[in-house]
């Protein structure tokens, strides 16, 4: 009986000292280097999806990572008792992207690093990270990109077929990747990211895709401004 109280008093008295100025310091650092991933996930994303409204859960997630893990190492109890603390993170939405798995992670370790008092080194290591994902950006800039998302829905008994969307679309864009592709009884629809050297070609390409078939309804819409 002795042993086991012995060994409670220990576990509880090992509380370490937070040092408030120190918690603020890091804390305000959380939330300017959560805003500052969150900038360049908008702009260098490549996400088919909100990516401002996205990037900000970057910024409470941060700051909420790293008040736990403040919290939970100075406390050896806590230490013990939250050891899965971060599994309170959960998404309601499905996250089916890897880009934006790897940023919420990138978002957490931040959290992580700046909870356990490492601030140089987390500094030091977003910065690279940052720099590698500018970097990769411009290196890949060279290369033609696909600027919209191009999607095609075709509705009755016509003979339109898959192989005539894919030769249209290319016939009129520098370059495209066709991304999804539905088809069902009597309906078909195909969705398409394209490069067009201008507007002309847009439109263009949209009055060929029409005369095709008076039941072809064609959206686009800005990939690379989803974000911005």
Do not use: W
């Amino acid at each position: 009986m002795n042993k086991q109280q012995t060994l409670l008093e220990f576990f509880t008295s090992q509380t370490a000292q937070i040092d408030i100025v120190q918690f603020v310091i890091n804390l305000l650092l959380a939330g300017l280097l959560a805003y500052l991933l969150g900038r360049v996930y908008v702009r260098f994303g490549t996400v088919l999806a909100n990516r401002e409204m996205f990037s900000r859960n970057f910024m409470l997630l941060t700051m909420t990572t790293m008040v736990i893990i403040t919290i939970v190492k100075s406390s050896l109890a806590l230490s013990l008792g939250l050891v899965g603390a971060l599994s309170i993170i959960r998404f309601r939405a499905a996250i089916k992207e890897p880009e934006e798995l790897a940023y919420l992670f990138l978002a957490i370790s931040i959290g992580l690093g700046l909870g356990a008092s490492q601030t140089i080194i987390t500094t030091l290591a977003f910065v690279i990270m940052v720099a590698v994902i500018i970097s990769r950006h411009f290196v890949r800039g060279s290369a033609p990109r696909p600027n919209l998302y191009l999607t095609i829905s075709h509705s009755g008994n016509g003979q339109l077929s898959l192989p005539q969307l894919v030769e249209a679309v290319n016939k009129f864009s520098r370059r495209s990747l066709l991304k999804r592709y539905d088809e069902g009884e009597g309906v078909l629809e195909a969705s398409f990211q394209a490069n067009f050297d201008s507007v002309e070609r847009v439109n263009e390409c949209t009055r060929h895709l029409r005369s095709l078939s008076d039941s072809i309804r064609v959206s686009l819409h800005e990939d690379r401004g989803l974000g911005v």
